[in-house]
């Protein structure tokens, strides 16, 4: 016994009719459409009865029906009477279902209706599970947008003590289970917004759209693929053969400037002269077996993104660096009471080097710290022959072999204009051999720029102030990092070292340095926190400087409006200020000093005598003979300009 609940002028009675279910109740609340359907199917299904009933209030008996039949009916009356008109008529479903029955609702699933009747039956301990339908061919311009979903809800004769919260994609799909409504609710949402997505890209193309989409692990739910969709630019001159395309960027590579900037993405397009491009990134905690996998894993849903008017034959490329998949490998995971949990993970580079990353979960696209590794065998091998200038192959790399890390490397360029900025010093001049260079550093990171002044700078002393102890014991784990007599850390807060300091008075710094990120996410600009730029703040660091001092910042803001205020308020305690752009990159380094007011004409001509000066200094002050420093101060200081 089927009873349709809202049967309007359907087709859908009659067609089950026909394939053989003839117990078929039919109720509908207008008298014209029950008699319309009443004379439409008199002769050829005389058993198919339609009776003019209110949804809500129906003469059936209890437990006299083994499935109900909701074609859009729900949709239609949730939104009236605040819902109590679609309460009412569930509770009138249920009544008339017997144990095992089955509601079955085909629905939009607009978020408040789709909330009400999940709620209504999770109460009752009722088995909730979704249907998302897919269209068995691709979207065009006529289609419908949004996904049209089927709710099957099974009665139970005791109710459940857990909700039954279940989720499928497409009629056979295999049920995704999920322990809250709100999660069920997400995952609407989440098909909802891909239908639409899905529509837009089969219907226009825009360069500028920037679309991306995550795919998830069917078992876990957790992210396994990012796919940013990037379409060529109009105007561009596309061989007709290159429709679409699929770019796997290699695992370890995904925070590269090429592939997580709308500029590099749009350069990586450019390059590979397709009509559309989607950029796939690889998840951490996931396994990829190898290229063939990723593709045969991709492909089902690759034509879902394909541009308009692609050919559904055509064949879609795979692209690739190299032709594999990356390298990466977690080497430790933890949880900073501070900054939450973090991973300690090695990649390999596209240069074919092994890079150690320290990354923060909370921003797991920004890589928080990063070191090149190099053989310890290696290293060895290198002491005993001690060839100061030998340019012979070093063994390969490989995450078997010991690591260590190569002090004399830095990652990150902000960091090597930060180290070449000290040509301002006059260091490696001979009048200042043997004199002492003392720097403040605020923020340690995996600690590879204090490490880097400790052992290449002539006679510097180094206090780094770090505000996390875990982030310490990482730098002393899994980063190298050493401290000594020459290098030292502060633990604590450095806007209250600064005070203290002041405070104190007697000692000050050639050099301070603020290299410390900004938790928060809300202002446009990612270093150093606002706090830290902050007028009297400024005014402690210049009482903190010797005469030939220097005030040395790195500076990440997206916001024009916020990186004008900045500049104006370090300008208004340092009168000179030259600023380097780090390519590819938001970040500039600032390096301010307190002295009278220059120009470029004044600084910039003898930059390249001191440029060479400091260059010289750090190839001669080697801790270690086979440990060089990988730095071109002249090259880093070339585009210096005054702010």
Not at 34 to 45: C, F, I, L, Y
Not at 134 to 151: K, N
Not at 305 to 332: K, T
Not at 450 to 476: I, N, Y
Request: charged residues 20%.
């Amino acid at each position: 016994m089927v009873l349709v609940v809202g049967c309007g002028s359907s087709e859908l009675s009659e067609q089950l009719y026909d394939v053989g279910y003839k117990h078929i109740t039919n109720i509908d609340i207008s008298e014209t459409v029950v008699t319309h359907m009443t004379q439409r199917n008199a002769e050829r299904r005389p058993g198919l009865a339609f009776h003019q009933v209110d949804a809500t209030q129906t003469p059936y008996e209890d437990a006299s029906y083994q499935a109900a039949l909701d074609k859009a009916t729900l949709d239609a009356v949730a939104s009236e009477e605040e819902g109590t008109l679609a309460r009412n008529m569930l509770t009138e479903v249920g009544r008339v279902l017997k144990v095992g029955g089955r509601y079955v609702c085909v629905t939009l699933a607009q978020e408040s209706v789709i909330k009400l009747v999940v709620d209504h039956f999770v109460q009752l301990g009722w088995a909730v599970r979704l249907h998302c339908l897919q269209e068995e061919t691709g979207p065009d311009e006529d289609s419908f947008a949004l996904p049209v979903f089927v709710l099957v809800c099974t009665k139970f004769r005791q109710p459940m003590p857990m909700p039954i919260l279940e989720m499928c994609l497409g009629e056979d799909g295999a049920p995704v289970r999920h322990t809250q409504v709100s999660e069920l609710l997400s995952a609407v949402k989440e098909h909802q917004a891909y239908f639409v997505l899905r529509k837009r890209l089969r219907t226009g193309t825009d360069a500028s759209s920037n679309l991306s989409l995550t795919l998830c692990h069917a078992k876990t739910g957790l992210p396994r693929y990012t796919l940013t969709i990037q379409d060529s630019l109009p105007g561009a001159k596309v061989p007709r053969p290159n429709q679409f395309a699929i770019f796997i960027v290699p695992q370890g590579s995904e925070t590269a400037w090429l592939y997580s900037s709308t500029e590099g993405r749009r350069q990586l397009a450019a390059s590979a002269n397709f009509r559309r491009l989607v950029i796939v990134a690889m998840h951490r905690n996931q396994e990829y077996k190898d290229m063939q996998a990723v593709q045969s894993e991709l492909s089902p849903m690759v034509m879902d993104l394909a541009p308009p008017g692609m050919p559904a034959n055509h064949q879609v490329p795979f692209l690739s660096v190299g032709g594999d998949l990356g390298w990466r490998e977690e080497v430790s995971r933890g949880v900073s009471q501070l900054s939450g949990e973090f991973i300690v993970e090695n990649v390999k580079g596209e240069d074919g080097e092994l890079y150690r990353r320290l990354v923060f979960m909370s921003n797991a696209a920004l890589v928080q710290s990063e070191s090149r590794l190099v053989s310890s065998n290696t290293v060895s091998s290198q002491k005993k022959k001690n060839k100061k200038k030998s340019k012979a192959t070093a063994a390969p790399v490989t995450s078997s072999s010991p690591l260590s890390v190569d002090s004399g490397f830095l990652c990150c360029a902000h960091h090597e204009v930060m180290v070449a900025g000290l040509a301002l010093l006059g260091l490696g001049l001979p009048k200042n051999k043997d004199v002492p260079v003392s720097v403040l550093l605020v923020g340690l990171g995996g600690g590879g720029l204090p490490q880097f002044l400790r052992d290449f700078v002539p006679s510097v002393t180094v206090e780094v102030v770090e505000l996390d102890p875990d982030v310490l014991e990482v730098a002393k784990t899994w980063f190298g990092f050493q401290p000594d007599d020459r290098l030292t850390v502060t633990l604590g807060d450095g806007l209250e070292r600064i005070c203290a300091l002041e405070k104190e008075g007697g000692r000050l710094f050639d050099a301070i340095m603020f290299d410390v990120d900004n938790k928060d996410s809300t202002l446009g600009m990612s270093c150093p926190p606002a706090a830290f730029v902050e007028t009297p703040i400024l005014q402690k660091v210049s009482s903190l400087l010797t005469p030939r001092g220097l005030f040395i910042l790195n500076l990440a803001c997206r916001d024009s409006a916020l990186r004008k205020s900045v500049l104006e308020r370090v300008n208004g305690v340092f009168p000179t200020i030259l600023s380097q752009k780090i390519d590819e990159e938001i970040n500039e380094v600032l390096l301010c000093s307190c002295g009278d007011k220059e120009t470029s004409d004044s600084i910039l001509p003898s930059l390249n005598q001191a440029a060479k000066n400091l260059q010289s200094a750090l190839n001669s002050n080697r801790i270690e003979p086979n440990r060089r420093p990988h730095i071109d101060i002249a090259e880093l200081l070339k585009n210096l300009k005054v702010a």
